[in-house]
C-alpha cells in the first residue's frame, strides 16, 4: 500500500533523519517538518516545510494536502512545563485540528515510555494499564494520547500511538536492554501503524524482540507487528560499563532517569 503524501513532523531529529529515508518506499512524497534545521529537498519526492508546532496556522497550512501524518515533533527530553506546553500540549492539539479540518484519516503519534515511567521494572503490564507519567515530558504524552482517543471517538480519524521504548543505534544502558526498539522494528512499526485497517485508537510498546520486557503488546496484536531485533546482541558490551546502584531510579522505574528530572529550580 501507498500513500500520496505523507506528512512527517520531526524531520530534524534523530529519529526524524532515519524515517526520512526509511519511509519514503510507502508514499510519493513525503513532506517533512521541524522547527530546527533539514537538509534540502533530494528530489520530487520530498518536500521541506518548516514550522513550529505551537502556531496553529502555520500547523493548519502544514497539514493541508496530506493523507496521513507521522508525528514526532516536539520536545523529546524532561524540560520546563512552558517548554512542553508549547511545542507537545499546543502542538498536538494543532496537528489534530489540522487533521479534522483537513480530511486526514490516520495519525501515527511519536508516543512514550514516560507515560508509564513509575512501573517499576518488575512491573509487567498492557496497554489497559493505568497511565503512571513520570514528568511534564510524559504528561505531555498521556495527553496526546487522550487527543488521539477524542480525535477518533468524535471526528472517527484513527491513530495508533507508539510507545516507544528507546530507539538509538543500539541500547546505551542496562535499562536499555529491555526497553531498546531497533530502528528497523520501528521503521515496520509504523509502517503497519499507517497500512493496518480499522485500528481506531491502537496503543502499542515500540520495543524489539528483547529478552526481559515489561510490556504486552497482545492488545495491538491485530497490528502484525512483529519485532525482528534483539538487544541481546549488545548484552557483553553493556554489561561491561559499571554496575547501577540498586537505589539508582534506572534501576528501579520503567521510566529511569526520567523520573527525577525536575522541577527546574522553579
Ligand atoms: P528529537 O528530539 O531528536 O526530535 C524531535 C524533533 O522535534 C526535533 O528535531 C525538534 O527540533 C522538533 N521540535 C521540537 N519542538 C518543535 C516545535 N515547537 N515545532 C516543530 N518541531 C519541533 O527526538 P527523537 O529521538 O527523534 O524522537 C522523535 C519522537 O519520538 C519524539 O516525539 C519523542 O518524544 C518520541 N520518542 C522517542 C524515543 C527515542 O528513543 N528516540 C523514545 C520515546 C519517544
Ligand atoms: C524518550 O521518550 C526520549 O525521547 C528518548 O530520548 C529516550 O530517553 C527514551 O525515552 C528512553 O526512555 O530511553
Not at 500500500?1 to 533523519?17: P, V
Not at 507537545?88 to 508509564?116: M, P, Q, T
Not at 515496520?188 to 515500540?206: A, M, N, R
Request: proline fraction near 5%; hydrophobic fraction near 40%; include cysteine.
Amino acid at each position: 500500500t501507498r500513500l500520496h503524501r505523507l506528512l512527517l513532523t520531526g524531520a530534524a531529529g534523530g529519529l526524524g533523519k532515519v524515517l526520512r529515508e526509511r519511509l519514503q518506499p510507502y508514499a510519493d512524497v513525503i513532506r517533512l517538518s521541524d522547527i530546527g534545521t533539514m537538509a534540502p529537498a533530494a528530489s520530487a519526492a520530498e518536500e521541506v516545510v518548516p514550522c513550529d508546532l505551537a502556531d496553529k496556522q502555520a500547523v493548519d497550512a502544514l497539514v493541508a494536502g496530506c493523507d496521513a501524518i507521522v508525528h514526532l515533533g516536539g520536545v523529546s527530553v524532561e524540560r520546563p512545563f512552558e517548554e512542553i506546553l508549547e511545542a507537545n500540549i499546543k502542538g498536538i492539539f494543532h496537528l489534530y485540528e489540522a487533521a479534522r479540518r483537513h480530511g486526514v484519516k490516520r495519525v501515527v503519534f511519536a508516543s512514550s515510555n514516560h507515560v508509564i515511567g513509575f512501573y517499576k521494572q518488575d512491573e509487567h503490564i498492557d496497554a489497559s494499564a493505568a497511565r503512571r507519567p513520570d514528568g511534564y515530558y510524559g504528561l505531555s504524552k498521556s495527553f496526546g494520547e487522550d487527543v488521539a482517543q477524542f480525535y477518533f471517538d468524535r471526528y472517527g480519524i484513527e491513530t495508533v500511538s507508539i510507545r516507544i521504548g528507546s530507539s538509538f543505534p543500539e541500547p546505551l544502558n542496562r535499562r536499555m536492554m529491555s526497553t531498546w526498539l531497533s530502528y528497523r522494528d520501528l521503521t515496520t512499526l509504523i509502517e503497519k501503524s499507517l497500512f493496518t485497517p480499522g485500528v481506531k485508537h491502537t496503543v502499542v510498546y515500540g520495543m524489539s524482540a528483547n529478552r526481559d520486557v515489561w510490556w504486552d503488546n497482545s492488545a495491538a496484536a491485530h497490528l502484525g507487528f512483529v519485532p525482528q531485533d534483539s538487544s541481546e546482541v549488545f548484552r557483553d558490551k553493556v554489561e561491561a560499563q559499571p554496575s547501577v546502584a540498586p537505589t539508582d531510579p534506572n534501576a528501579i522505574y520503567q521510566g529511569g532517569a526520567f523520573t527525577a528530572q525536575g522541577p527546574f529550580g522553579d
